[in-house]
T-cell receptor
């Protein structure tokens, strides 16, 4: 069973640029959630994708967008980067309909915006 | 609305002594509660989960937590700390409205001294 993987591990961008982060779900999982973890804080829910559609969103502006592909992998796109977007971005996969929808996390992508 | 409050941002113990990490929750529904651990530069790992079965939940690495509805608490304990337990710990409640998102506390950093 392959776990959740994310790429890249680290990324440095400048303010105003755009970034794409990638996530591969754990084998057999059909739901992907993205979280933002700022330094010294707990992760905050960005959005969730199920069957290639966004089915839940946290308090993040529209410049945060995502995709889920038929193989259930996912992308997180952030446009017009701001300094406050610097954070660890975590992807979690789960299987909808299973007991308690346990989420399995990847190692994260650390984004630094200069 | 669901939320969790971790009562201590930092806890320091000596190796071999008990660990207590405190968490209070707020939920309109019968909650699903979790404890996750995050080691430096690693992803989040599930320690244990409460899902309305037994109120005393046993997890990995000797950790356990007790769900107390009357106190709205879900404290994490371990009888004897090990150096490898030093990490960030998150108390988490699962959102119960239509899709599965996790709501994290701010985290408690556990330091273990020899």
């Amino acid at each position: 069973e392959t776990g959740v993987t994310q790429s890249p591990t680290h990324l440095i961008k400048t303010r105003g640029q755009q970034v794409t982060l990638r996530c591969s779900s754990q084998s057999g999982h059909n739901t992907v959630s993205w979280y933002q973890q700022a330094l010294g804080q707990g992760p905050q829910f960005i959005f969730q994708y199920y069957r290639e559609e966004e089915n839940g969103r946290g308090n993040f502006p529209p410049r945060f967008s995502g995709l889920q592909f038929p193989n259930y992998s996912s992308e997180l796109n952030v446009n017009a980067l701001e300094l406050d977007d610097s954070a660890l971005y975590l992807c979690a996969s789960s299987l909808a309909g299973t007991t308690y929808n346990e989420q399995f996390f990847g190692p994260g992508t650390r984004l630094t915006v200069l | 609305a669901q939320s969790v409050t971790q009562l201590d941002s930092h806890v320091s113990v000596s190796e071999g002594t008990p660990v207590l990490l405190r968490c209070n929750y707020s939920s309109s529904y019968s909650p699903s509660l979790f404890w996750y651990v995050q080691h430096p530069n690693k992803g989040l790992q599930l320690l244990l989960k409460y899902t309305s079965a037994a109120t005393l939940v046993k997890g990995i690495n000797g950790f356990e937590a007790e769900f107390k509805k009357s106190e709205t608490s879900f404290h994490l304990t371990k009888p004897s700390a090990h150096m490898s337990d030093a990490a960030e710990y998150f108390c988490v409640v699962s959102f119960s409205g239509g899709y599965n998102k996790l709501i994290f506390g701010a985290g408690t950093r556990l330091a273990v001294h020899p």
